[in-house]
Nanobody, 114 residues
Framework: QVQLVESGGGLVQAGGSLSLSCAAS???????MGWSRQAPGKQRELVAV???????NYADFVKGRFTISQNKARNTVYLRMNSLSPGDPAVYYC?????????WGQGTQVTVSS
């Protein structure tokens, strides 16, 4: 059984930083790992993706502020979020894209105070 355990998140002042992590366990053949977010009343949107070869993609609204990284040996993906703004608060979800299907984390809340 595949499990994703997220950690990090919380409350930060505008301009501050937070880090998220997501550890996947179970039998996985991972093709990519990533983060998405969903704010109240809005659709879930992709934030960043990283592939086993280290290649990454970022949504335009986080480029230059967020950094995705991974520890392949531990099936763990990280998201470092800098310069957080009032537009960033949301529930952030980890996603693992694997050969036999995709898996989502439980979500972690990120709140930014002005």
């Amino acid at each position: 059984q595949v499990q994703l355990v997220e950690s990090g998140g919380g409350l930060v002042q505008a301009g501050g930083s937070l880090s998220l992590s997501c550890a996947a366990s179970g039998r996985l053949s991972i093709s990519a790992m990533g983060w998405s977010r969903q704010a109240p009343g809005k659709q879930r949107e992709l934030v960043a993706v990283i592939r086993p070869d280290g290649s990454t993609n970022y949504a335009d609204f986080v480029k230059g502020r967020f950094t995705i990284s991974q520890n392949k040996a531990r099936n763990t993906v990280y998201l470092r979020m800098n310069s957080l703004s009032p537009g960033d608060p949301a529930v952030y979800y980890c996603k693992v894209m694997a050969t036999y299907g995709d898996h989502w984390g439980q979500g972690t809340q990120v709140t930014v105070s002005s």
